[in-house]
């Protein structure tokens, strides 16, 4: 750390948040296993410590898919079991208090389109993630609303998992059988040949369940912060948004999309200690 | 108070798996189906199983478990000539009736249940089809109320279903896209009908099936016949009466019908 035009700043840092990477590779792997025993288990070859559970149990967008079926008959929504209305309270109690880190850190869609962001990042270096018009952009980020409406409605008339044929996250960890539909191959094929051009597309204008967590980011108990006194408007934290909200020009992020990955922050690219940071208090 | 990355780490992991693990022992975690359909919450049928949370990983044993038909008759209406038909698992019947033209699946099955045992299913708006062999065994029955008949006329169909269970391709789809309701009830028939013996095995819907009237196995019981799936036996045992005794006049009876 050292003083430079009376500003604390740090020399050596992380440019990034590596234990948010080892959670993303933890929770792939997790769930990648998991689909997998579910494979071996219909064979009777099931891996007998690993859980065996179908990925429909372990996706907490299930529990929402459910809600209006559950709360009007006290029944699930077939092939949903009560594992993902569990996950489901568990991830939005976490958006509630941190905000959508379900996205940011466990999602392995969301893992996966970062890691294929990176060979954006390379290609298209300061180019990357900023080819949409702005305004179109901004239109697009509400769409994810109106999937998610269209979801909440079919599952509610129909009983059933309709989103299932068109869910890029089911087909990820499922390419190998014959349960998936292709059009939910096409979309995430689509979404991965995105990443290319776009970080994380799916989650910025499609994602259902991310439109449900994202609405915590209004009232959130932590939020990104930035500290006006101290910063010295590098524009560091903007540029380094995978979700390109405008950090230096909010004093609080309170934006729909952030996924609290705190890449922004002091920690990892705000170059001036204690200036972008994670907190539930106040700051000047 | 700021958090870094590291603590939120924890924070995550704790809340997740100890989420996990407190549900789980509240008996919340379940990530696999119970194979027990959840009971309904109020009304006259509170507590009692309900078919519409019939799940399509369900054999056909397992419905019987929950609700008391046999899987023979399950079999027999969804024309499923598995050798096991209890092992048979509900969601099969997609594949099964794929190139028919009509989605005959779990809603078909949970339709017959509810229909057969008499339980509240709402058909509101939605288009469940039965192939006509099921329709046929529940007309049997003489427990439907007008609107149900009314609703099975819409949607029964005459289907073969493409694939038999083990696989082999039957001589071809058949579909017809007419109400194949016809008024006169045929039953329904255990595995056992080509036998015409009374066995601790034979279901009422048997002894129709072979030709005895209702009318007559009515009078040899004393009591409005049961359900068609329920075996002979254990209406005997359930209401007190000689099995023995009444499977001799039953045997009489099917005797009389049987072909010579
Ligand atoms: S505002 Fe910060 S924490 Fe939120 S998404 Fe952008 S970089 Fe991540």
């Given at each position: 750390?050292?003083?430079?035009?009376?500003?604390?700043?740090?020399?050596?840092?992380?440019?990034?948040?590596?234990?948010?990477?080892?959670?993303?590779?933890?929770?792939?792997?997790?769930?990648?296993?998991?689909?997998?025993?579910?494979?071996?288990?219909?064979?009777?070859?099931?891996?007998?410590?690993?859980?065996?559970?179908?990925?429909?149990?372990?996706?907490?967008?299930?529990?929402?898919?459910?809600?209006?079926?559950?709360?009007?008959?006290?029944?699930?929504?077939?092939?949903?079991?009560?594992?993902?209305?569990?996950?489901?309270?568990?991830?939005?109690?976490?958006?509630?208090?941190?905000?959508?880190?379900?996205?940011?850190?466990?999602?392995?869609?969301?893992?996966?389109?970062?890691?294929?962001?990176?060979?954006?990042?390379?290609?298209?270096?300061?180019?990357?993630?900023?080819?949409?018009?702005?305004?179109?952009?901004?239109?697009?980020?509400?769409?994810?609303?109106?999937?998610?409406?269209?979801?909440?409605?079919?599952?509610a008339t129909s009983g059933s998992l309709v989103f299932e044929a068109y869910d890029p996250y089911f087909a990820l960890f499922n390419f190998w059988s014959t349960e998936v539909a292709p059009t939910a191959i096409l979309i995430l094929g689509v979404t991965l040949l995105?990443?290319?051009?776009?970080?994380?597309?799916?989650?910025?204008?499609?994602?259902?369940?991310?439109?449900?967590?994202?609405?915590?980011?209004?009232?959130?108990?932590?939020?990104?912060?930035?500290?006006?006194?101290?910063?010295?408007?590098?524009?560091?934290?903007?540029?380094?948004?995978?979700?390109?909200?405008?950090?230096?020009?909010?004093?609080?992020?309170?934006?729909?999309?952030?996924?609290?990955?705190?890449?922004?922050?002091?920690?990892?690219?705000?170059?001036?200690?204690?200036?972008?940071?994670?907190?539930?208090?106040?700051?000047? | 108070?700021?958090?870094?990355?590291?603590?939120?780490?924890?924070?995550?992991?704790?809340?997740?798996?100890?989420?996990?693990?407190?549900?789980?022992?509240?008996?919340?975690?379940?990530?696999?189906?119970?194979?027990?359909?959840?009971?309904?919450?109020?009304?006259?049928?509170?507590?009692?199983?309900?078919?519409?949370?019939i799940r399509g990983s369900y054999t056909f044993g397992d419905v019987a478990n929950s609700f008391n038909i046999a899987p023979e008759i399950l079999a027999q209406a969804f024309q499923v000539t598995d050798p096991e038909p209890a092992t048979f698992a509900v969601k099969?019947?997609?594949?099964?009736?794929?190139?028919?033209?009509?989605?005959?699946?779990?809603?078909?099955?949970?339709?017959?249940?509810?229909?057969?045992?008499?339980?509240?299913?709402?058909?509101?708006?939605?288009?469940?089809?039965?192939?006509?062999?099921?329709?046929?065994?529940?007309?049997?029955?003489?427990?439907?109320?007008?609107?149900?008949?009314?609703?099975?006329?819409?949607?029964?169909?005459?289907?073969?279903?493409?694939?038999?269970?083990?696989?082999?391709?039957?001589?071809?789809?058949?579909?017809?896209?007419?109400?194949?309701?016809?008024?006169?009830?045929?039953?329904?028939?255990?595995?056992?009908?080509?036998?015409?013996?009374?066995?601790?095995?034979?279901?009422?819907?048997?002894?129709?099936?072979?030709?005895?009237?209702?009318?007559?196995?009515?009078?040899?019981?004393?009591?409005?016949?049961?359900?068609?799936a329920m075996t002979v036996k254990d209406y005997a045992s359930a209401n007190g009466l000689d099995f023995e005794a009444i499977k001799t006049q039953l045997q009489a009876e099917v005797d009389k019908v049987k072909p010579k």
């Amino acid at each position: 750390m050292v003083n430079l035009f009376g500003k604390r700043i740090r020399l050596f840092r992380p440019r990034s948040i590596w234990v948010r990477r080892i959670v993303q590779w933890f929770f792939f792997l997790l769930i990648a296993a998991i689909a997998i025993n579910h494979t071996l288990a219909e064979s009777g070859a099931a891996i007998p410590i690993l859980s065996s559970a179908s990925l429909h149990a372990v996706c907490p967008f299930g529990g929402v898919e459910t809600l209006y079926t559950f709360l009007s008959s006290g029944l699930l929504v077939k092939k949903v079991h009560d594992a993902s209305l569990v996950l489901a309270g568990l991830s939005i109690l976490l958006a509630i208090f941190f905000g959508p880190v379900f996205c940011g850190w466990v999602c392995p869609l969301g893992t996966i389109q970062e890691w294929v962001g990176k060979l954006g990042h390379k290609f298209f270096k300061k180019r990357y993630n900023h080819f949409v018009p702005t305004k179109l952009d901004n239109i697009l980020r509400y769409a994810r609303y109106g999937i998610l409406i269209w979801v909440l409605y079919v599952t509610a008339t129909s009983g059933s998992l309709v989103f299932e044929a068109y869910d890029p996250y089911f087909a990820l960890f499922n390419f190998w059988s014959t349960e998936v539909a292709p059009t939910a191959i096409l979309i995430l094929g689509v979404t991965l040949l995105l990443s290319v051009f776009v970080e994380r597309p799916w989650c910025k204008y499609a994602c259902p369940y991310g439109a449900v967590l994202g609405v915590t980011n209004l009232f959130r108990v932590f939020s990104i912060k930035r500290v006006e006194s101290t910063c010295k408007a590098d524009g560091a934290c903007s540029i380094m948004c995978p979700m390109n909200i405008p950090v230096d020009s909010v004093k609080v992020v309170r934006d729909h999309q952030c996924i609290s990955c705190l890449e922004c922050t002091s920690e990892a690219i705000c170059p001036v200690a204690s200036t972008v940071v994670f907190t539930n208090g106040s700051v000047k | 108070m700021n958090l870094t990355s590291k603590p939120l780490a924890v924070i995550i992991f704790v809340f997740m798996f100890g989420g996990i693990a407190l549900t789980s022992a509240l008996g919340w975690w379940q990530t696999e189906s119970t194979k027990e359909p959840a009971a309904y919450t109020e009304g006259e049928f509170a507590g009692q199983a309900n078919p519409a949370d019939i799940r399509g990983s369900y054999t056909f044993g397992d419905v019987a478990n929950s609700f008391n038909i046999a899987p023979e008759i399950l079999a027999q209406a969804f024309q499923v000539t598995d050798p096991e038909p209890a092992t048979f698992a509900v969601k099969n019947l997609e594949t099964m009736y794929l190139d028919s033209g009509y989605e005959i699946g779990t809603n078909s099955v949970r339709l017959f249940v509810a229909f057969s045992l008499g339980l509240p299913f709402d058909t509101t708006g939605q288009e469940i089809y039965l192939p006509k062999t099921a329709t046929e065994i529940l007309l049997a029955q003489n427990t439907l109320a007008p609107e149900q008949i009314a609703y099975l006329e819409s949607y029964t169909v005459d289907v073969k279903p493409a694939t038999t269970t083990e696989g082999e391709v039957a001589p071809a789809p058949q579909a017809e896209s007419t109400p194949a309701v016809e008024s006169a009830p045929t039953a329904a028939t255990s595995s056992e009908e080509s036998e015409y013996v009374v066995k601790g095995k034979t279901i009422f819907g048997d002894l129709t099936g072979w030709g005895v009237p209702q009318t007559v196995i009515e009078q040899i019981i004393g009591a409005p016949m049961p359900n068609p799936a329920m075996t002979v036996k254990d209406y005997a045992s359930a209401n007190g009466l000689d099995f023995e005794a009444i499977k001799t006049q039953l045997q009489a009876e099917v005797d009389k019908v049987k072909p010579k």
